[in-house]
């Protein structure tokens, strides 16, 4: 389990997250929704303590993140970020196996253990022909699956994805979830797409603004009286057999959306 608890957090003084309170349980998959600049990025970076909160606190399994150490951090919570990766010449071989990190002393080479992990990583994640290219020459979505057998290399049984479907085209963002969904692995995933958060999440969590304005099922908070406020577009919520679908419009003219200014 994974939760942030009342966390509120400000760059210099400006509140971004205000008592904010999300738990994914034991392998469920919680969403963060919310529009650009609602606090969806700092809050899942709280979550693994790079950012430290001003109240509140986050904790994994029950622990305070901020009272382990990174290396005990980083055995128990993998993290794909949105920054890129950097360019550097390392094969996809090389790339996972820097997951190992955390499970090694720093001037020891890698064992066979760590060969064997890199290698099921990639193979659970559908990339075993990708072993021995080059990381830099591969497709968005040949990248984000490395990055997710480099987490799973890394043996956390907590996974954090900033938006892990950007720059992905339709097929790879479905192919992306179905896979994190296939681990059964904690997760909490930053989504801006909501037909993929109604899809592939456990839950949800909106947030606007720094605050909490929905948490539930996608059932619960993906209706348009939730979402428009929030989006300030117009929803209409279709029920397909297996999922549901939004579909979205700017608001009409004379139709207000407006989100109350908050207090
Ligand atoms: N390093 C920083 N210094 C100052 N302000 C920041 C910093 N990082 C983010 N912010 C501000 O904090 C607020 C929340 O940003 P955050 O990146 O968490 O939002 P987000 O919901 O992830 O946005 P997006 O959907 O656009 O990625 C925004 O107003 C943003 O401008």
């Not at 998959?29 to 899942?44: A, C, D, E, F």
């Not at 606190?57 to 949105?82: F, G, N, T, Y």
């Amino acid at each position: 389990m994974i939760s942030a608890r009342n966390v509120s957090f400000a760059y210099n003084e400006e509140l971004v997250l205000d008592q904010v309170t999300v738990t994914a349980e034991q392998g469920r998959t919680v969403g963060l929704i919310g529009p650009n600049g609602s606090g969806k990025t700092t809050l899942l970076r709280t979550l693994y303590a790079a950012l430290k909160p001003r109240a509140g606190q986050s904790e994994v399994d029950d622990v305070p993140v901020a009272r382990l150490r990174p290396v005990e951090l980083a055995k128990r919570i993998a993290v794909v970020a949105q920054e890129g990766t950097p360019e550097l010449p390392l094969t996809v071989t090389d790339m996972v196996l820097l997951g190992r990190a955390p499970r090694r002393s720093m001037f020891q080479s890698y064992t066979k253990e760590d060969h064997r992990q890199a290698a099921s990583a990639l193979r659970r994640v559908g990339a075993r022909d990708l072993a021995e290219r080059s990381f830099s020459t591969l497709s968005g979505g040949e990248k984000q699956r490395v990055l997710i057998a480099r987490a799973l290399a890394q043996e956390a049984n907590h996974l954090l994805l900033d938006e892990p479907t950007n720059h992905l085209d339709i097929r790879y963002q479905h192919e992306i979830l179905t896979l994190v969904r296939s681990l059964s692995i904690t997760t909490v995933v930053v989504l801006h797409d909501l037909n993929l958060a109604a899809r592939y999440c456990d839950r949800l969590v909106l947030l606007d603004r720094g605050r909490v304005v929905s948490a539930g099922t996608p059932d619960e908070v993906l209706r348009p009286e939730v979402i428009e406020p929030v989006y300030r577009v117009s929803v209409q919520r279709l029920e397909e057999p297996d999922c549901i679908q939004l579909i979205f419009r700017p608001p009409s003219s004379g139709e207000s959306t407006d989100a109350p200014e908050a207090s």
